[in-house]
């Protein structure tokens, strides 16, 4: 039962969790107690990593728990902890390993098939131990061990299905983690596995592999569908629950957010509105970000918080930047008002960190620059536009101004075009183009879509200069500003 997680309801109130929220998250709250999970990835994937997050927290609660390891070393298992700064002194571990002893001649086996003899051991040995440690949650680290001890896949399946037997009438959870090096996809241990959770990997040809994870099947349970980010860092997992606008339906009134530029509000019909975004787009250097930092420092100015995300330029050189024209960026920085953070193209927490300003920090104003930017940050390009939508949904709900800025691969011309078109995602699109005239480049600025309100149909000058940006008069002498190169109407240009 694939659905949208709700807060966490009686029915959840006796869930355990997995010691990772963001999981916790996905799965509508945790694991149901006393049943059998199957967590499958490839070697790396974070398997060993979340299974030992899940013992660590039912030790945490003053649980008996017992990691069975069939391919790893007692010693190995540390590592991987001390790696997360972990002490696992507390975890009963059982190596199941062959011992030196099975190499010898003597005890090669002849009359019965090595399966029926090692897969019976195994299994004793397991059982005794449960009996005796009487753990309320148990890892068997992994069924591709068994599934080469059991020899056929029917004798593989009866193993799965008598130990599932065996675990229920003795109050554990457990969890079977496949590394999936027999088979890509066990459907036969899926179903019998009340619940799934498979961890990917991807590796693109350039940069740092990719993780999410999904969860195909919970029996009887509400949880999240389709593919979360995460990723291994020290201390374990952290998961990034994808993002559902329609979990976070809360109306705000659309007031204004004016940029403290009287001619650029009129410009904008008295300036942007909250629960609304706009699109900046322009040729590189025409001032979007500029133009996106006044309405951030204005926000600030008037005691609201605001945040910006930038993949393209370095926070000190925003910062100098806006400083040499006078809009105060770093003041506001100083004090706190403002969160200036730099996205790594690679990073996955992006859509997580702007949550968290608006829930933490309550921004009032969101800046992303650049959609370019953000383009390259997403793991599969293709879903950009669904994944904006969602955000933008979720921001516009929560009362928030998002400003987007979307560079255009040119500098003068008719043949403008963005990487992606967010223009009919966006309630208003505010358009700067370069023009060509006596001899100099100059810069125009013009509102073509708003939503929220009327606004000025008319082209405006406007520059970048020491004291901040200045719109000027509707450039009306002059014909075909957009193509770039406009024909004077009469009348001497206009250089405000």
């Known amino acids: 039962m694939s659905g949208a997680a709700s807060e966490p309801s009686e029915e959840q109130t006796g869930l355990l969790s997995t010691g990772v929220p963001g999981l916790d998250d996905v799965l509508g709250g945790g694991l149901t107690p006393n049943r059998l999970y199957l967590i499958e990835g490839t070697p790396g994937a974070g398997k060993t990593t979340i299974a030992i997050q899940v013992l660590r927290d039912g030790v945490a609660h003053g649980e008996s728990v017992l990691y069975v390891t069939l391919s790893e070393t007692e010693a190995e298992l540390a590592g991987v902890a001390r790696s997360h700064g972990w002490d696992i002194r507390g975890i009963h571990v059982r190596e199941m390993l062959p011992s030196l002893d099975t190499l010898a001649p ?10 029926e003899v090692e897969l019976s051991e195994t299994t004793l040995r397991i059982l005794a131990d449960v009996d005796e440690i ?9 069924l591709s061990e068994l599934r080469l001890l059991a020899g056929s896949s029917l004798r593989y399946r009866r193993q799965i299905l008598a130990l599932k037997q065996f675990f229920t009438g003795r109050q554990c959870t457990v969890l079977l983690l496949d590394d999936l090096t027999a088979t890509e996809q066990d459907l036969q241990v899926q179903s019998i596995a009340h619940a799934v959770i498979r961890l990917e990997q991807l590796n693109p040809g350039y940069g740092t592999s990719r993780r999410r994870l999904i969860v195909p099947k919970y029996r009887g349970k509400e949880y999240r569908g389709g593919y979360h980010d995460y990723k291994i860092v020290r201390g374990g997992l952290q998961v990034y629950p994808r993002l559902i606008a329609a979990e976070h339906v809360d109306p705000q009134p659309q007031t204004k957010l004016p940029s403290d530029l009287p001619e650029l509000d009129a410009l904008l019909g008295g300036g942007i509105e909250k629960g609304t975004s706009t699109l900046l787009v ?3 250097g025409t001032g979007k970000s500029s133009m996106a930092v006044q309405f951030a420092v204005a926000a600030a100015r008037r005691g609201e918080h605001a945040a910006l ?21 770093g003041q506001c920085i100083d004090s706190g008002q403002i969160q200036v953070r730099q996205v790594d193209p690679a990073e996955l927490s992006f859509v997580d960190a702007i949550r968290t300003a608006v829930t933490v920090q309550n921004a009032s104003v969101i800046v992303i620059d650049s959609l370019n930017g953000y383009l390259n ?17 979720y921001l516009g709900q929560q009362g928030v101004a998002t400003l987007l800025i979307g560079a255009h691969h040119g500098v003068i011309g008719t043949q403008m075009q963005m990487p992606v078109d967010a223009s009919y995602l966006a309630d208003a699109v505010v358009l700067l183009r370069y023009y060509e005239h006596a001899g100099e480049v100059l810069q125009a600025i013009s509102v073509l879509k708003k939503r929220g309100g009327v606004h000025e149909r008319t082209i405006r000058s406007f520059s970048l200069t020491s004291s901040g940006i200045c719109v000027g008069p509707p450039l009306r002498q002059f014909r075909g500003i957009l193509t770039g190169v406009p024909v004077p109407l009469g009348g001497e240009r206009s250089d405000s």
Not at 377 to 393: I, N, S
């Open 377 to 393: 940050a997403m793991p599969d390009e293709r879903f950009l536009t669904v994944q904006l939508h969602e955000l933008l949904t």
């Open 309 to 329: 995300f930038i993949f393209d330029e370095s926070i000190n050189t925003l910062r100098t930047r806006t400083e040499s024209m006078g809009i105060g960026l």
């Open 282 to 284: 322009g040729a590189p």
């Open 106 to 115: 003597d005890e090669q086996y002849t009359m019965f098939h090595p399966s």
């Open 134 to 142: 009487k753990p309320t949650r148990v890892v068997f680290d992994s």
